[in-house]
């Protein structure tokens, strides 16, 4: 079984600034897929970006970008220029590859992100 | 692309009725997953269908609840005899085989008094 882990329960940070927040996972996988998703408050799951195992370059949208160290298991999520509307609870995922087993997506608690103006 | 849907958005329930949600999937996704938000928590993953073929469940999954994906299109969550346990953000999401991204429908609040 694959665990997900997210240290910081909660992270405030002052508007324009740079924040990074920090997941590591266990598993016995070589293949496998990590996303990070955002839950603004009282608003749906939306995705911020993903990043697939077997690729070195580490993914970046826009102002999102992962630091993705596959031998240690971390993978880090940075925003850049951090704006008030990135407020959110901040979700780290993993996904197997392949099928065999459960095929859906396991979370970390997450991490609350404040962004004060 | 009109994304995931789920109705209804919020359900008010007495304990030991039935309930049932409803999710649309983004249209030309084939796989669809059903998850289960606690507040506080990440989702947990219940079940997965393949076009109409339901292919993994969690051990999460209680035998008084059971999903559907009659016509590989939409799905339902039915729960029986709900328990105050079972009060909870129930969670659609739909992705392709490949890229597996899953985007997130709103969810259905289920309160059970």
């Known amino acids: 079984a694959q665990t997900v882990t997210q240290s910081q329960p909660e992270m405030s940070v002052q508007e324009a600034e740079t924040v990074t927040l920090s997941c590591t996972y266990d598993t016995s996988e070589s293949n496998y897929y990590l996303f990070w998703y955002k839950q603004p408050p009282s608003r749906q799951m939306i995705l911020v970006i993903r990043q697939e195992a077997y690729k070195q370059q580490n993914a970046t949208e826009n102002r999102f970008s992962v630091n993705f160290q596959k031998a240690a298991k971390s993978f880090s999520l940075k925003i850049s220029d951090s704006q008030l509307g990135d407020t959110a609870m901040y979700f780290c995922?993993?996904?197997?590859?392949?099928?065999?087993?459960?095929?859906?997506?396991?979370f970390g608690k997450g991490t609350h992100l404040i962004i004060q103006p | 692309d009109t994304g995931v849907s789920q109705d209804p958005r919020h359900k008010i329930t007495k304990r030991g009725q039935n309930v049932t949600f409803r999710c649309d999937p983004i249209s030309e996704h084939n796989r669809l997953y059903w998850y289960r938000q606690t507040l506080g928590q990440g989702p947990e993953f219940l079940t997965y269908?393949?076009?109409?073929?339901?292919?993994?469940k969690s051990r999460l999954l209680s035998d008084r609840f059971s999903a559907e994906r009659p016509k590989g299109s939409f799905s339902t969550l039915e729960i029986q005899r709900t328990e105050q346990g079972d009060s909870a953000m129930y969670l659609c999401a739909s992705s392709l085989v490949f890229p597996r991204a899953q985007y997130f429908g709103p969810g259905t609040r289920l309160t059970v008094l």
């Open positions: 995922a993993f996904m197997k590859q392949e099928g065999g087993g459960a095929d859906g997506l396991t």
């Open positions: 269908f393949q076009n109409e073929a339901q292919l993994e």
